[in-house]
């Protein structure tokens, strides 16, 4: 990859790593509450896209307004990647090591958002208790789960975006004879 992707792609994946550290402080400091809030999700996922695209048009104007589907979404990808690995490696540092009576509070936060979730989709009473009992027997903030929820709730989801972002902001150059 050319270095200017990789340039553009590691400053703005920066970018995005202290913008939403700004986020994950805010909901730390205040009210731990929005950690299993609707909308705090949506702001991860928003700001992610924010800077995917605007690292995208970066980096295309750098290159006199043509970039590859590859090279966008590249681009887009590694930025996210790594805010959301800063950002992961934030909250996996302050919940296993400096805070972990935030870490149990959290996760009870997410068993009662888990629980009125299942009770609005009328789940059976036993399908909730299972879910409670699994919920409640390992770390939230393992390595293990903080990795998966990394890749299975934010990067799958983020890159599909990226790949719809990248096509639409490609563009060839146009063939010289």
């Known amino acids: ?11 703005f994946g ?9 986020l994950f402080f805010l909901a730390y400091f205040f009210d731990l509450d929005m950690f ?17 695209t605007i690292a995208i048009l970066k ?19 590694l930025t996210v990647l790594i805010g959301l690995a800063i950002i992961t490696l934030l909250s996996y540092i302050i919940f296993n090591f400096i805070d972990t009576d935030s870490a149990d509070i959290l996760k009870e936060k997410s068993i009662e ?13 036993e399908e909730i208790d299972t879910a409670i009992n699994i919920a409640k027997s390992g770390n939230l903030y393992s390595i293990s789960n903080v990795f998966q929820g990394l890749m299975f709730n934010y990067l799958a989801p983020l890159s599909i975006i ?3 972002i990248a096509a639409a902001l490609q563009k ?6």
Do not use: C, H, R
Request: glycine share 6%; aromatic share 16%.
């Open 1 to 11: 990859m050319d270095e200017l992707l990789k340039s553009n792609a590691k400053n």
């Open 14 to 22: 920066v970018y995005l790593g202290i913008s939403l550290s700004v």
């Open 36 to 52: 299993v809030n609707f909308w705090y999700g949506i702001s991860i996922y928003f700001i992610s896209i924010v800077f995917g």
């Open 59 to 77: 980096t295309k104007m750098n290159l006199d307004g043509f970039l590859s589907f590859k090279n966008a979404f590249s681009v887009y990808f």
């Open 113 to 125: 958002k888990m629980v009125e979730v299942l009770e609005q989709i009328k789940k059976p009473q």
């Open 162 to 164: 990226g790949l719809l």
């Open 172 to 177: 060839s150059k146009p063939d010289t004879k």
